[in-house]
C-alpha cells in the first residue's frame, strides 16, 4: 500500500510536467516510469539495508549489554571469594597454633659532672633519706646505663583458651666505658607464663576470665612515680597467683604467692649477723601471700610475709634488736582518670602502713633487717595535667615515718615534694623544668655506722630536650636530655655517712643521656 501510493504521486506529477511542457511520445513515458520504479526500487533497498543495519547495532548492543552484566556479576564473584579467603585468613590466624611474638624494652644512658669536671655519685636515691626509700627527682640526677629487654610469646588455641610466656633480661652499669663485661650486672628478672579463658572455668562466672600464672615475675598491677624513679608499691619474686577473679561489674580480686630470699645469713649458726656480714651460699626464704581487690578506682591490698629463721639475726649485734620472722603490709589507693577531679589528666594517691617484715612498704618483703617491732606509715600523690596547649606540669608528694625500723627507738622520717614543668616550643623540642625539696629527720642509733640527720635538701634542673613527637607528653619516649641541675642541703647531712655523696655543700651538674 505505501509502494502504490507513491507511485501514484510521482505518476501525477509527471503528468502534470507533460501538460505544461511538450507533448511527450509514448515511449519516453514508459521510459520515464521505467526509471522512477528503478529508482524507487533502489531507495527501497538502501531503506531495508539500513533497517538492518540498525538491527545488527541494536543485537551488538543487547550482546554488549549482557557482557557488561556478566562481567559484573563475575567481578561480584570474585569480590567475594576474596572476601571469603580473607575472612578464612583471619579466622586461621586467630585460631592457629603458630602464635605471635612480641619485642620491647626500655633503655637509659646518660653522663654527668659535677663542677669541677670530675665525676661523682648521683641517683634518685642520693640523700641520707635515700636508704629507707627517700627519693629525689631523677631529672638531671642519674649518670647509669640500665637497658631492658623484653620478648613474649602469645598464643591462641582451637579451644578459645590463651597463653602468654614473658622473658625480661636486663643489665645496669655506671661504667662510662663501651665494654664492660667485667661490671656486668646482666640477669632475667622475669620469667613467666600466663593461661587465660580456661574453658574450665567458663561455668564459674568469677573465674571465667582470669588469669593464672606462675614463674618470676613483677606483680602486674605495680605502679609508681616515674620522675622519682620510685615505686608507690613494688611486689615481685617468683612464685604464682590469679589474676582479675571477677566478683562483679566493679569489683574483681588477684591472688599471689611469691617467695624471695635474704642470702646473708648461715642458718646453721646462731652467731650474730649485721648487714655487712654473712656467707653467700646461705638463702632465708621469705613468702609473700597477698589479696589485692579493685573496687571501681579504690584498691585495697593486704600481704602477709613469714621468713623462717630470719630471727637468728641480730641487727649490729645487739641482743634485743633481733630480725623480725613475720610481717604484714596493706595500702589503699585511689587512681582516678583525672587531675585529682579538677580537671582533664590523672593522679593517683596511697596511703601505705606495713610492720615487722612488711615495714619495708615500697618494695614488699626486700629487707631482711626489719624488726618485730619496725612500723612505716607512708602517704603518696601525684597527678599529671596539661595546662595548655604548650605546658604540662605533674605535681607530687611523698611522705614517710618508720620507728623501731632496724633498732629500737631509731627513726627515719621524711617527706619529699617535687614539680616538673614541661614546655613545647615545637613539634619535637621542650624545655623541662625539675624543682624538689626533701626534709628529714634521720636518726639511725648506730644501725650500719650511720648517724643523725636533721635538715633540708633541695634541687633545681632545666633541661633542653627533643622527642619525636608530643614533647609535652610526660610519657612519650624516646627522649634526648642536657641538663643544668643545681643541689644545696643543710651542712648537718654531710655527717650522717661517710659512703654516701654528701659532704659538700652544693654541686653543679651537668649531663646529657637519653631514656
Known amino acids: ?204 562466672a568469677p573465674m571465667k576470665n582470669a588469669t593464672i600464672w606462675a614463674g618470676k615475675r613483677f606483680d602486674r598491677d605495680n605502679f609508681d612515680i616515674h620522675w622519682l624513679d620510685s615505686d608507690i608499691i613494688f611486689l615481685g619474686g617468683t612464685g604464682g597467683g590469679v589474676y582479675d577473679v571477677q566478683w562483679n561489674d566493679s569489683f574483681k580480686s588477684n591472688f599471689s604467692l611469691y617467695g624471695r630470699n635474704f642470702a646473708d645469713i648461715d642458718d646453721d649458726s646462731n652467731e650474730a649477723f649485721n648487714n655487712t656480714t654473712g656467707t653467700e651460699d646461705s638463702y632465708i626464704q621469705n613468702y609473700i601471700l597477698t589479696t589485692n581487690n579493685r573496687i571501681g578506682p579504690l584498691q585495697i591490698m593486704v600481704s602477709g610475709l613469714r621468713s623462717k629463721d630470719n630471727n637468728k639475726r641480730i641487727n649490729d649485734g645487739i641482743d634485743d634488736a633481733h630480725a623480725a620472722k613475720y610481717g604484714v603490709h596493706s595500702i589503699l589507693a585511689l587512681h582516678n582518670d583525672s587531675f585529682y577531679g579538677l580537671r582533664e589528666g590523672s593522679s593517683k594517691t596511697a596511703i601505705l602502713y606495713g610492720k615487722g617484715l612488711g615495714a619495708e612498704v615500697k618494695a614488699i618483703g626486700s629487707d631482711g633487717y626489719l624488726t618485730e617491732d619496725a612500723n612505716t606509715w607512708r602517704f603518696a600523690s601525684y597527678g599529671i595535667t596539661p595546662l595548655s596547649k604548650n605546658w604540662s606540669i605533674a605535681p607530687m608528694v611523698l611522705a614517710q615515718r618508720s620507728h623501731d625500723r632496724y633498732l629500737q627507738s631509731d627513726r627515719y622520717d621524711w617527706a619529699t615534694l617535687n614539680v616538673r614543668l614541661i614546655q613545647g616550643l615545637s613539634e619535637n623540642f621542650a624545655l623541662q623544668y625539675e624543682a624538689g625539696y626533701q626534709y628529714m629527720n634521720l636518726d639511725s642509733k648506730g644501725f650500719n655506722d650511720n648517724g643523725k640527720a636533721k635538715g633540708d635538701f633541695y634541687k633545681l634542673t632545666f633541661a633542653p630536650t627533643f622527642k619525636l613527637t608530643d614533647p609535652t607528653n610526660f610519657f612519650e619516649r624516646p627522649e634526648i636530655r642536657l641538663f643544668a641541675t643545681y643541689m644545696n642541703w643543710d651542712k648537718s647531712l654531710d655527717n650522717y655517712s661517710t659512703t654516701d655523696s654528701f659532704g659538700t655543700t652544693g654541686a653543679l651538674l651537668n649531663k646529657s643521656d637519653f631514656g
Open 1 to 204: 500500500m505505501k509502494k502504490t501510493g507513491l507511485t501514484l504521486s510521482l505518476l501525477a506529477t509527471v503528468v502534470s510536467g507533460q501538460v505544461i511542457g511538450a507533448e511527450p511520445t509514448l515511449q519516453s513515458l514508459a521510459d520515464r516510469l521505467t526509471q522512477l520504479e528503478q529508482s524507487l526500487k533502489n531507495a527501497e533497498a538502501r531503506a531495508e539495508s539500513a533497517e538492518k543495519r540498525a538491527a545488527v547495532a541494536e543485537s551488538k548492543a543487547i550482546a554488549a549489554e549482557g557482557r557488561s552484566n556478566k562481567s559484573e556479576n563475575r567481578l561480584a564473584q570474585v569480590e567475594s571469594q576474596m572476601h571469603t579467603q580473607a575472612e578464612n585468613k583471619k579466622s586461621l590466624a586467630e585460631n592457629s597454633n603458630t602464635g605471635e611474638f612480641k619485642f620491647g624494652g626500655y633503655a637509659r644512658s646518660g653522663i654527668i659532672t659535677n663542677g669541677t669536671g670530675s665525676a661523682t655519685q648521683m641517683g634518685p636515691y642520693l640523700t641520707p633519706a635515700g636508704g629507707s626509700g627517700g627519693a629525689v627527682g631523677r631529672l638531671g640526677n642519674e649518670q647509669n646505663t640500665y637497658v631492658e629487654a623484653n620478648l613474649e610469646y602469645l598464643k591462641t588455641y582451637d579451644n578459645g583458651a590463651k597463653m602468654r610466656y614473658r622473658t625480661k633480661i636486663a643489665d645496669g652499669q655506671r661504667n662510662y666505658n663501651d665494654w664492660t663485661s667485667d661490671s656486668s650486672e646482666l640477669n632475667v628478672r622475669e620469667l613467666f607464663v600466663e593461661m587465660s579463658d580456661l574453658p574450665t572455668f567458663s561455668d564459674y
